[in-house]
């Protein structure tokens, strides 16, 4: 199964440095065309989207997640308060350090 982000420049290099295809776009239009394109050629694929993105395209994304065997996962922004067990959890699904 192939990884893909989905988000701003920063987000998309973030996941470039661990092993994940981040592919920048400018806005949610642009992030739907890329999604349903990763769909459509891949069918399977594990999918990060930013939450800024995902929260704009809430209904078409639905309608993706219902339709595909996609894994789509939203990723929030900027989290004021970081959590250690989130940390764990994100290290953990993702092998890396956090």
Same mark, same amino acid.
């Given at each position: 199964?192939?990884?893909?982000?989905?988000?701003?420049?920063?987000f998309a290099l973030g996941f470039r440095l661990i092993g994940i295809k981040g592919i920048a776009v400018q806005n949610s239009d642009e992030a739907l065309k890329i999604l349903k394109e990763i769909v459509k050629k891949?069918?399977?694929? &594990? @999918?990060?989207?930013?939450e800024e993105l995902s929260?704009?395209?809430?209904?078409?994304?639905?309608e993706i997640r219902s339709?595909?065997?996609?894994l789509i996962i939203e990723v929030p922004g900027?989290?004021?308060k970081e959590s250690r067990a989130a940390q764990r &959890? @994100?290290?953990k699904a993702l092998r890396v350090r956090v």
């Open positions: 199964m192939k990884g893909y982000m989905i988000g701003n420049e920063d891949e069918g399977s694929a &594990l @999918i990060f989207i930013s929260s704009q395209i809430q209904d078409e994304l639905d339709q595909s065997d996609a900027k989290v004021v &959890l @994100i290290a």
